[in-house]
Each structure stands twice: as structure tokens, then as C-alpha cells.
């Protein structure tokens, strides 16, 4: 079987220290997988890895087959695979249209005969590419305002939309709940499940275990740079080496309720 990502052995390092050690992975086309841990686990270093934001220590990252990593970050953008990030990267001081035409203008690229000879099909394509993104998030009321001026819930949603502009195959999502309130993550999940519907393959990274265990399917755990689990969410949330990762203890009945049995939430009705 061909996997949309094979993730085989890869490693960090830095000078003595080890990000993350040796992890193997997969995920096929139309997953919706998970990626968790203790904080320091390695997970933000492994989605670097797997877009070029970090080079390989060792390893090899393939996409569709082909290996990408000596793939520069807008090499691998421009292949389908798209992310946003834990700290948020959006353009304050510019317009939402703006912040999300980075992404499209990364997917369509730009080249000497573009600029000399196609420069209005291009713009019209980033046009279009843009405001698809921006309906799709919900955000096309909001093009022509400041950045600045959105709410950080909203802004969660412009680096989204920023993400889906590139077009992707795959899309790789840092902590897209941290500092969303309770409404605010159901609805989060049901647009993810949204996107899923709808073809896309979904790596996420996320420390509300709630959203993680009731929308993916499957779920890998890392400590310490390494993967120690992976599988559906069920057995994950029971495995003695995932309580013992997250407790310093393997013993069960001392879970988080988060943890042993995670309650859904953004259901679809």
C-alpha cells in the first residue's frame, strides 16, 4: 500500500540533544490522524521536519512516493502539503485578502513569463484561489479588514484559510484549538470534519485531548523525541506507556479523564 506521507526514521539533532529520535510514521489519503505528547515531546520539531522548516539530521520524508526532504519549504507547499503554526503567523498590518493571497500566490508560483506575459490570468487566479478560501472559512465578509482587527478565534481561521489557498492535499495543523473557548473548539472540529468530508488528509497536533481523541482516527504519541504509541484512539487513551509519558506513573485509575476517556465534542447532529 502506498501512504500518502511516510515518515521512515527521521531525526534531530541538536549538538548533543535529541528532538526527535528515529520516528516512523505514515498516514494515508483521507486520514484525519493526531500527533500527541508532553510538551517538549518533539511534535512542532516533527511537523518541521515534514515541511523543511527543519533539516533532517537522518531519515528520509516521502510525499505521494517521492521523497521531499531536500524539498525547500515552498517546494513542498507547492507539492500538497500545507500547515499553519502554534504561534500564529499572520500579517497584522495588511488586509485578510491579503494575508490569505500569500497562500494562493505560493500554490499558482511566480516566474519571469508569468510576470512578463500572464501577469492579469495570474492575478485573477490569486483572486479566485483567495476568496474560495476565505468562503470556505467563512471569513469572505471580512476580506478588505485589518487583520489586526479580528478576533483571535477569527484569526485561527485566516491562518486556515491561508493554508487551504496553497490548494493542499495534506494539512498539517499546530494547536488549531489552543485559546478557543468551548463553542468556539466544537465548531473547530466540525469544520475540520468538514474538510475531511470533503477529500482532505489531516495531521494535528493538539494538547485538548477531548478535540484530538473524538474527531481523529487514528492518534501516534511522542516523548522524548520518540514515538511510543499508535493507533486508535481507544487503545491509545488505555496504553500504560501514554498514561505513564503524560503521568510519570503507569498506573491507570490516576488518569486525566482527558486522557482515559475523552468525551466528543463538535459531533455532527
Not at 533539516?55 to 521523497?67: K, M, W
Amino acid at each position: 500500500m502506498t501512504h500518502l506521507l511516510d515518515i521512515d526514521n527521521v531525526s534531530r539533532h541538536y549538538g548533543g540533544l535529541t528532538a526527535v529520535g528515529e520516528f516512523s510514521g505514515h498516514i494515508a489519503k483521507g486520514e484525519r490522524v493526531g500527533l500527541i505528547g508532553p510538551n517538549g515531546a518533539g511534535k512542532t520539531t516533527l511537523f518541521d521536519l515534514i515541511t523543511s522548516y527543519t533539516r533532517l539530521s537522518s531519515g528520509d520524508v516521502r510525499f505521494e512516493g517521492r521523497s521531499i526532504s531536500a524539498r525547500k519549504p515552498h517546494e513542498v507547499a507547492r507539492m500538497g502539503i500545507a500547515r499553519t503554526f502554534q504561534n500564529l503567523r499572520i500579517l497584522p498590518n495588511v488586509t485578510v485578502f491579503d494575508n490569505v493571497s500569500i497562500g494562493a500566490l505560493g500554490h499558482v508560483g511566480h516566474s519571469p513569463w508569468n510576470s512578463l506575459f500572464a501577469r492579469r490570468a495570474i492575478s485573477e487566479r490569486i483572486s479566485r484561489l483567495t476568496m474560495q478560501a476565505l468562503e470556505r472559512t467563512g471569513l469572505e465578509s471580512l476580506a478588505g479588514e485589518l487583520a489586526a482587527n479580528l478576533s483571535y478565534g477569527k484569526r485561527k481561521y485566516l491562518e486556515i484559510a491561508r493554508a487551504l489557498a496553497l490548494q493542499p492535499t495534506l494539512l498539517i495543523l499546530d494547536e488549531p484549538a489552543a485559546g478557543l473557548n468551548d463553542t468556539e473548539t466544537a465548531e473547530l472540529a466540525g469544520f475540520v470534519r468538514t474538510l475531511s468530508a470533503e477529500g482532505m488528509t489531516i495531521l494535528l497536533v493538539e494538547h485538548d485531548m477531548g478535540f484530538v481523541m473524538s474527531l481523529c482516527e487514528r492518534v501516534m504519541v511522542m516523548a522524548s523525541g520518540q514515538k511510543i504509541a499508535d493507533g486508535p484512539p481507544g487503545v491509545i487513551s488505555k496504553d500504560p506507556k501514554v498514561l505513564d509519558a503524560y503521568l510519570g506513573s503507569d498506573v491507570e485509575e490516576d488518569a486525566p479523564a482527558a486522557v482515559k476517556a475523552a468525551e466528543p465534542i463538535g459531533e455532527p447532529a
